[in-house]
């Protein structure tokens, strides 16, 4: 059939590329990371599974067939998030030998190298950390209580060192080291050189919780 002079051919309708064929949990995988970039930009409150199946690149029924409601995947995600703060950070450098000082700071400097690294994870934790009034609180509790519990054990072995003040109060001073969290964000996502929230924490942690305040300053 001939077509007249001046008429293009109609472009064939746009379908979406399918998705890479992926074992069942590689899929859960990847769907779960995709929602943490996608809880990232747009909020614990705001997301759905539209956005995540787009992001992802499947079909939002892919979507419901691992997470049947938004309560299950946001509860994925934030114990993911949890996941890596304890067992990629907080766990490890705790676990080591020797003087606890070192080991605290090392942890805040793992965290904000993460802020880099885990961009996405590390702002999901920070609107779980004030999201009180969402059903998500009790869940980011549970994650705090097993944060301190970890630093209250080093602070212990601290005290036991004679290397942090006996007079501490250990379950206080464990919530006071871990809400130096949200300053090192606040720091890094304002733009404080790096050099200078190091010596910030230094400084804080020396002043607050050592027997000897600013010597090992002094020293080096």
């Given at each position: 059939?001939?077509?007249?002079?001046?008429?293009?051919?109609?472009?064939?309708?746009?379908?979406?590329?399918?998705?890479?064929?992926?074992?069942?949990?590689?899929?859960?995988?990847?769907?779960?990371?995709?929602?943490?970039?996608?809880?990232?930009?747009?909020?614990?409150?705001?997301?759905?599974?539209?956005?995540?199946?787009?992001?992802?690149?499947?079909?939002?029924?892919?979507?419901?067939?691992?997470?049947?409601?938004?309560?299950?995947?946001?509860?994925?995600v934030l114990d993911e998030v949890a996941r890596f703060l304890l067992d990629e950070i907080i766990r490890p450098l705790h676990r080591r030998p020797g003087p606890v000082v070192p080991v605290i700071e090392q942890t805040y400097m793992a965290f904000l190298e993460a802020i880099d690294s885990h961009s996405d994870h590390v702002r999901v934790w920070l609107d779980w950390s004030t999201a009180v009034r969402d059903t998500t609180w009790p869940r980011y509790l549970a994650f705090h209580e097993a944060a301190c519990s970890v630093f209250r054990r080093s602070i212990e072995r601290g005290k036991a060192q004679g290397e942090l003040r006996a007079d501490l109060d250990t379950s206080e001073t464990a919530l006071v080291l871990i809400s130096f969290g949200h300053m090192i964000a606040h720091m890094k996502l304002v733009g404080t050189p790096r050099e200078t929230i190091a010596g910030t924490l230094h400084a804080l942690i020396e002043r607050y919780i050592t027997t000897t305040p600013g010597r090992r300053r002094r020293s080096q």
């Open positions: 059939m001939n077509r007249p002079k001046g008429v293009r051919p109609a472009k064939p309708p746009q379908t979406r590329p399918r998705a890479r064929r992926l074992a069942p949990e590689e899929r859960r995988v990847q769907i779960v990371r995709s929602a943490i970039r996608v809880f990232a930009r747009r909020g614990i409150g705001h997301t759905n599974h539209s956005a995540v199946a787009v992001e992802a690149g499947v079909s939002l029924p892919a979507i419901f067939v691992y997470f049947p409601t938004h309560e299950e995947l946001g509860a994925c």
